[in-house]
T-cell receptor
Framework: SQQGEEDPQALSIQEGENATMNCSYK?????LQWYRQNSGRGLVHLIL?????REKHSGRLRVTLDTSKKSSSLLITASRAADTASYFC??????????????FGEGTQLTVNP | DAGVIQSPRHEVTEMGQEVTLRCKPI?????LFWYRQTMMRGLELLIY????????DSGMPEDRFSAKMPNASFSTLKIQPSEPRDSAVYFC?????????????FGEGSRLTVL
């Protein structure tokens, strides 16, 4: 079964708007990562947040983590048409820093309309 | 660095044929992963290697699937015989324990269609 479950499954917004995607998980984690996948391409790592962190920023990305609720959110501010992609959360329950226990959610398909 | 390189990008074959997918991880990475992505099941981990040794193959669907990593720069995933339900995109990814992040670097995938 999927450890991470994204919500919503699909999101359509206008360019310039903010996009928020949520991820819920079931078991304790060491860290949570977000990946992006453009159509027909491989996944690309966006940002990692550790279990002892609550918020992290990277450019137009803001990630929050609430371990008490076992949930995370990814906010993309001032969205652009080029942000159109699928976004996946991945939870890592291993204490090894190898990504060997990453479990991916089902993804949110984001469409940014110009 | 060229990133993780997979071949072929697309493969169309008939049921019963042998399929071999290839992967070259990023130089210096000590972990290699094979994932399968389908609409129905999402992204599934099939097997992963550490320093060329298979560590966990519990995700391999059945005996028709096999994976090898003869050296640090090359891995194969073989399906023999192939079936239509094997149609999917197969991704190879690599990582480096010393990165302290567990970030995976993915290839562009091999899209397999079994007729």
């Amino acid at each position: 079964s999927q450890q991470g479950e994204e919500d919503p499954q699909a999101l359509s917004i206008q360019e310039g708007e903010n996009a928020t995607m949520n991820c819920s998980y079931k078991t304790s984690i060491n860290n949570l990562q977000w990946y992006r996948q453009n159509s027909g391409r491989g996944l690309v790592h966006l940002i990692l947040i550790r279990s002892n962190e609550r918020e992290k920023h990277s450019g137009r990305l803001r990630v929050t983590l609430d371990t008490s609720k076992k949930s995370s959110s990814l906010l993309i501010t001032a969205s652009r048409a080029a942000d159109t992609a699928s976004y996946f959360c991945a939870t890592d329950s291993s204490w090894e820093t190898s990504g060997s226990r990453l479990t991916f959610g089902e993804g949110t398909q984001l469409t940014v309309n110009p | 660095d060229a990133g993780v390189i997979q071949s072929p990008r697309h493969e169309v074959t008939e049921m019963g044929q042998e399929v071999t997918l290839r992967c070259k991880p990023i130089s210096g990475h000590d972990y290699l992963f094979w994932y399968r992505q389908t609409m129905m099941r999402g992204l599934e981990l099939l097997i992963y290697f550490n320093n060329n040794v298979p560590i966990d193959d519990s995700g391999m669907p059945e005996d028709r699937f096999s994976a090898k990593m003869p050296n640090a720069s090359f891995s194969t995933l073989k399906i023999q015989p192939s079936e239509p339900r094997d149609s999917a995109v197969y991704f190879c990814a690599s990582s480096w324990r010393g990165s302290n992040t567990g970030e995976l670097f993915f290839g562009e995938g091999s899209r397999l269609t079994v007729l």
